[in-house]
């Protein structure tokens, strides 16, 4: 379902959200710069490597096109991150990317984009990593397309590194007379058409609306990320609940 609509993914997720899907991405990736950042004036280390270390490995999962990954490299590598113990300023250094995807068909769009990151077809529940290669995992859009969200978190847990952080941007199941209106009566409406339109293929945004009602709630997941050991630093409401952005930390002391 997914290749057939890679090619026209990303305009649609812009038009849809009439852009605002960008924002989210930049707000997430800024407000993880600041917490990594805050750790570097602190002196505590996002990792093994040496004490302060600014080098970030990345993970994009269900990444997609790699649109995430592209957004928090030009972050993160922009300006300035903190200031070191000498009182000099440090950006980050971020190594290559790995966007991970079960669609073919999205990560062939990854190359077109010049990203420096490696295009992996992996499934999310069992990933071909050994335990502790990523600082920072990205999952954006796409943990309710996992057939099991506690499997994925799980599995993201394990390939973490300890301190480092899980960024989910998700649209999950609404709650408030807001969201269930927009979900069940407008997006029903609206948002297969416009799919139709635009990339021919109505059903791959039926999908989109319902596996979005059959979600877990925010408030849910986030019982559910702390049931796999992870720590909720902040949840983020955009616009209204439409989506929401879950920070989580694996603990320093996680073996």
């Not at 852009?19 to 950042?37: A, E, P, S, T």
């Not at 995807?101 to 077809?121: C, R, T």
């Not at 029903?188 to 609306?209: C, H, N, Q, T, W």
Request: charged share 25%; net charge positive; with cysteine.
């Amino acid at each position: 379902m997914f290749d057939g609509i890679a090619s026209r993914y990303d305009f649609l997720n812009h038009f849809l959200s009439c852009y605002q899907d960008v924002l989210w991405r930049r707000y997430c990736c800024k407000y993880l710069k600041k917490l990594i950042g805050a750790e570097l004036r602190d002196e505590t280390p996002l990792s093994e490597t040496p004490r302060g270390s600014n080098k970030v490995r990345l993970l994009d999962l269900c990444g997609g096109t790699g649109d995430f990954a592209h957004t928090f490299r030009k972050i993160f590598e922009g300006g300035c991150a903190c200031k070191g113990s000498s009182g000099t300023a440090r950006g980050f250094v971020v190594d290559p990317a790995v966007i991970g995807d079960f669609s073919y068909g999205m990560l062939a769009e990854v190359k077109p984009k010049k990203i420096n990151a490696h295009a992996v077809q992996l499934d999310a529940m069992k990933m071909p990593f050994a335990e502790r290669q990523f600082d920072v995992i990205l999952n954006g859009f796409g943990m309710r397309n996992v057939p099991d969200a506690k499997g994925a978190l799980l599995e993201s847990y394990r390939v973490l590194e300890a301190g480092g952080y899980l960024c989910v941007l998700e649209f999950f199941s609404p709650r408030n007379l807001f969201n269930k209106f927009f979900y069940k009566v407008l997006a029903p409406l609206f948002i297969p058409v416009m799919g139709a339109f635009f990339s021919g293929k109505r059903d791959a945004y039926e999908y989109l609306v319902n596996s979005i009602i059959r979600f877990l709630p925010v408030d849910e997941f986030c019982k559910l990320a702390e049931e796999c050991g992870f720590e909720v630093q902040k949840v983020k409401m955009f616009d209204g609940g439409i989506s929401f952005g879950v920070f989580l930390r694996k603990p320093e002391r996680a073996a």
